[in-house]
């Protein structure tokens, strides 16, 4: 996705009030999204518009576009907390309720556990009031100050 | 060993949980989301290094959120998948509580997640689909 | 190593199908639901260690299901992490590891005198990490899958 088609396609994609830009991400999320993103005090919430584009061929979201989208809120949560670099080593996925197009995506995730190697998360996505994907992971922490 | 609340009462209580040991839930109507559960850990149930064994979180999990499903639906339904995370271990004379809520319903499934914990602290999370039988649901 | 641990007596006497030994339990818990059994099948396959495909089995008895004569699905969930953990702990020196997660499926309905089995699959080892899965079967017909995850401990 060229700037132009990202600075248009974050214009189209109407985010309700509080929401910024995600401009720092790596190509595959800017390509998907784009995503926004805002604060609720410490807590993280990450948006993005559902497209005809991110639909499966039943005209509802696609699991695949959530379960990326899932994969970076679990990651901003964990590094939040951790403040170390991180993999995911396992995520697993309920897939709640459907979505369509038009419908502001929003989710959020809290660590439930970090200790030295890795962290577990939980997430969970909105499509409004609806509870539509909840997923938990456990992350591999490379913390900077461990030896070895 | 602590008596258990007045308010608890033993469920499932046949075959393989009867046979682990009871656990305890909480009264509450057909049709309430959320269910409460205690449990008292004994050294039968532990592994090698003398914390819970796996298996046994497992199964205590999937009895709570099982039984948590049948108390929404009024219908026992059957375990379809089921996830759990362990975050620390637990050792021999805890009592454990689970907490279990449904998150979705539909007419065949449920979504449930569980917590088991000690003192407040999380040991192990899990999330399961149940399906349920909608001949046999009474609310 | 844990070499002071203490081979237990499974709960009741159960003789072993053609093949398969009585396997050797450490815990607690798994005594308690035991007996399991295993074998090493070289035919089959080298196995997660070179040693011939590791097979082990149960067989379900009254103590392991619910009221409607199935099996429990916390008694597979039980022997999944107890096979799944016989790979973290041979390919970690009989060193202690911890289940971090576990992800589980129930195919089909068990019932009492089936025998399950699985050929415990190592998927990855990688610093302090372990995936390990298995499909559980009874007669060759899948009735239960686990993928996990461990952390490998190291020597105290």
Known sequence: MSDDDLESALKNARPPEGYKPSRQRGPFTSHNGPLFYKYEGDKLWQGFRALERHTNSHGILHGGMLMAFADGVLASAVYLETKARAVTLRMNSDFVAMARPGEWIEGTAEVTRAGREVAFVEGRIMAGDRLIFTATGVFKLFRRDKRG | ??????????????????????????????????????????????????????????????????????QLVGASGSTVSFNCDFLDGVQVGARLEIAARVTQKTKTVAFVEGQLMKDGNVLATARGIWRIFPERASA | MSSHLKPLPP?????????????????????????????????????????????????????????????????????????????????????????????????????????????PRLERKASGILFASGSFEVNGEPLFTATSLWKLKKPS
């Open chain 2, 1 to 70: 060993m602590r008596e258990m609340p007045p308010d608890y009462a033993p469920v499932a209580n046949e075959g393989y949980n009867a046979y682990l040991g009871s656990i305890y839930k909480k009264d509450a109507p057909v049709g309430t989301p959320t269910g409460h559960f205690l449990f008292d850990l004994k050294p039968h149930h532990l592994n090698g290094g003398g914390t819970a064994h796996g298996g046994l979180i497992m199964s205590l999990l999937d009895t709570s959120c099982g039984a948590t499903v049948a």
């Open chain 3, 11 to 119: 709960a009741r006497e159960v003789a072993a199908p053609p093949g398969y030994e009585i396997m050797t339990l450490f815990d607690p818990f798994e005594a308690f639901v035991g007996p399991f059994f295993d074998k090493r099948v070289p035919q089959d396959g080298p196995g997660f260690d070179g040693k011939g495909e590791l097979w082990a089995s149960f067989f379900i008895d009254e103590r392991h299901v619910n009221t409607q004569g199935i099996c429990h699905g916390g008694m597979l969930m039980s022997f999944a992490d107890a096979t799944l953990g016989i790979i973290a702990w041979r390919i970690n020196n009989q060193n202690p590891s911890v289940t971090l997660s576990m992800q589980t499926n129930f195919l089909k309905a068990g019932r009492i005198g089936d025998l399950v089995e699985v050929r």
